[in-house]
């Protein structure tokens, strides 16, 4: 069993900065990667960025050269550094850790962060 906490939302002003965090504890040793997620009203929840366990990553290309994930892995936290946001990126913003066990994976997800771009 994993558990994911998410913290960091906001309300910040077009070309502002957040970070979000997200700490894992549990399991977490079974976890092969964590990311971000977000969701917008009439919208699927899409991929933001993706932390792997080798340390590569992946950004969905509407945030490449705006936000950067990291981690800390003696905290099991996983960070995201939001600049220059847009309106177009106020969303509530997920953050998820997948385990895999006996060849089994396993999603586990936080409660939601409501970020908004607005002046």
């Known amino acids: 069993q994993v558990q994911v906490v998410e913290s960091g939302g906001g309300l910040v002003q077009p070309g502002g900065s957040l970070r979000l965090s997200c700490a894992a504890s549990?399991?977490?040793?079974?976890?092969?990667?964590m990311g971000w997620y977000r969701q917008t009203p009439g919208k699927q929840r899409d991929l933001v960025a993706v932390?792997?366990?080798?340390?590569?990553?992946n950004y969905a290309d509407s945030v490449k050269g705006r936000f950067t994930i990291s981690r800390d892995n003696t905290k099991m936290t996983v960070y995201l550094q939001m600049n220059s946001l847009k309106s177009e990126d106020t969303a509530v913003y997920y953050c998820n850790a997948n385990s895999k066990v006996y060849g089994y994976e396993y999603d586990y997800w936080g409660q939601g962060t409501q970020v908004t771009v607005s002046s």
């Open positions: 932390m792997n366990s080798d340390g590569s990553t």
């Open positions: 549990g399991s977490t040793s079974s976890i092969t990667g």
